[in-house]
C-alpha cells in the first residue's frame, strides 16, 4: 500500500497570504489529522477529521481551518499567515476513530514545510 | 491532563552497545502510548506502541520499549545500536486514554540519539 502523501511538499510563501496543504491518507484509512512541528513549540495537534467531520480541534487560532472530502483526503488551509506559521505540517492517517484492543496507530507523510517571509 | 516527558535533549551512544531513549507519562486511566522516530526532512515513522497486556514491547527495527507502570515509564531500547539509528525519537500518549475516541497524540519534546562509529 502507498503511505500517507502530502503535497507540496515545500513552500514558500509571504505574510498575509494564504495557503492550502494537501493530504492523501493510507487506501482505507478514514481518520485523518494534522500535526504542526516547529522547533520552539514541538509538534501540536491542529485537528482531526473523520468521515468528513472535524472530531477534535487544537489550540490554534482561527485562520487555521481544514476539510476532509468523501474519499478521505484532507486538506487545511491558513489565512493571513504570520511568520510564526513557519513549520513542518505533518498529516497523519489511521484505519479507525477509537482505539481499544486492537490499537490505532497513526501514519504520518512527509509533511509540507512552510516557510513565510 | 495526559503528558509525556523526555528528559534528555541528546544521548550519545557507540555503535554496538545498547540504548536507551527514557520518557515518562502522566495520565488518568490507561495509558496509550507510543514511539515514533524521525529522520532529517522525514515525517514521522511508528516503532511501537503499549496498549495493555505484556510490559515489553517489541518493535521494527530492533526496538523494544518496556512499560513500567509504578514508575510512569515507558523507555525505548536497543541490544546493539547503530549508525542508522541516529535520529530524533519522540515518546507519544493518545489523549483519551484506551478508550477515548480520538487519535489526537501529545508528543514528548524529542530525543536526539546520536550513535558514533
Known amino acids: 500500500k502507498a503511505g500517507v502523501t502530502q503535497t507540496p511538499r515545500y513552500l514558500i510563501k509571504t505574510r498575509g497570504q494564504q495557503v492550502t496543504l494537501s493530504c492523501s491518507p493510507i487506501?482505507?484509512?478514514?481518520?485523518v489529522s494534522w500535526y504542526q512541528q516547529t522547533p520552539g513549540q514541538g509538534l501540536q495537534f491542529l485537528f482531526e477529521?473523520?468521515?468528513?467531520?472535524?472530531?477534535n480541534k487544537g489550540n490554534f487560532p482561527g485562520r487555521f481551518s481544514g476539510r476532509q472530502f468523501s474519499n478521505s483526503r484532507s486538506e487545511m488551509n491558513v489565512s493571513t499567515l504570520e511568520l510564526g506559521d513557519s513549520a513542518l505540517y505533518l498529516c497523519?492517517?489511521?484505519?479507525?476513530?477509537?482505539?481499544?484492543?486492537?490499537?490505532?496507530?497513526?501514519?504520518f507523510g512527509p509533511g509540507t514545510r512552510l516557510t513565510v517571509l | 491532563a495526559q503528558s509525556v516527558a523526555q528528559p534528555e535533549d541528546q544521548v550519545n551512544v557507540a555503535e554496538g552497545n545498547p540504548l536507551t531513549v527514557k520518557c515518562t507519562y502522566s495520565?488518568?486511566?490507561?495509558?496509550?502510548l507510543f514511539w515514533y522516530v524521525q529522520y532529517p526532512n522525514r515525517g514521522l515513522q511508528f516503532l511501537l506502541k503499549?496498549?495493555?497486556?505484556?510490559?515489553l514491547v517489541k518493535g521494527s527495527y530492533g526496538f523494544e520499549a518496556e512499560f513500567n507502570k509504578s514508575q510512569t515509564s515507558f523507555h525505548l531500547k536497543k541490544p546493539s545500536a547503530l549508525v542508522s539509528d541516529s535520529a530524533l525519537y519522540f515518546c507519544?500518549?493518545?489523549?483519551?486514554?484506551?478508550?477515548?475516541?480520538?487519535?489526537?497524540?501529545?508528543f514528548g519534546t524529542g530525543t536526539l540519539l546520536a550513535v558514533q562509529p
Open positions: 495520565v488518568s486511566g490507561n495509558p496509550y
Open positions: 507519544a500518549v493518545r489523549d483519551g486514554g484506551y478508550g477515548g475516541a480520538t487519535n489526537k497524540l501529545i
Open positions: 487506501s482505507g484509512h478514514r481518520s
Open positions: 497523519a492517517s489511521s484505519l479507525r476513530l477509537a482505539g481499544g484492543p486492537r490499537g490505532n496507530e497513526q501514519f
Open positions: 503499549y496498549i495493555t497486556g505484556d510490559n
Open positions: 477529521y473523520f468521515s468528513e467531520t472535524q472530531r
